[in-house]
């Protein structure tokens, strides 16, 4: 039998541990995620002041790359107004199956 997932008379269980270590993975992510962006915003500050391009200091490399830009396709304003460019133009790719979990603030 399925330690992980089980089903029974219609309801899905879920090993709470797994549950718990999805959780607590997902919060220490989220901090240290935080934690980066700050360290980058930080570094990048800080390179821009001593203009400073790039460095590369024990493994760790950075690069500034400047701003720009970005012109993009309104995919959904093109297949209102041209359903027929907009056909011409669209691919279909196989997407593989993923799992998605979300974990609510507490």
């Known amino acids: 039998m399925n330690e992980i997932v089980s089903v029974?008379?219609?309801?899905?269980?879920?090993?709470?541990?797994?549950?718990?270590?999805?959780i607590e993975f997902?919060?220490?992510?989220?901090?240290?995620?935080?934690q980066e962006k700050l360290?980058?915003?930080?570094?990048?500050?800080?390179?821009?002041?001593?203009?400073?391009?790039?460095f590369v200091i024990n493994g760790l490399s950075a690069t500034v790359k400047e701003?720009?830009?970005?012109t993009t396709i309104d995919s959904k304003r093109l297949k209102t107004e041209c359903p027929d460019i907009y056909k011409a133009y669209s691919k279909t790719t196989e997407v593989k199956p993923s799992l998605v979990l979300t974990v609510s603030e507490c």
């Open 8 to 22: 029974k008379d219609g309801k899905i269980t879920v090993a709470q541990d797994i549950v718990n270590k999805i």
């Open 26 to 34: 997902n919060k220490a992510k989220k901090e240290m995620e935080y």
């Open 39 to 54: 360290l980058k915003e930080g570094l990048l500050n800080a390179m821009k002041e001593l203009d400073v391009k790039k």
């Open 67 to 70: 701003g720009s830009t970005r």
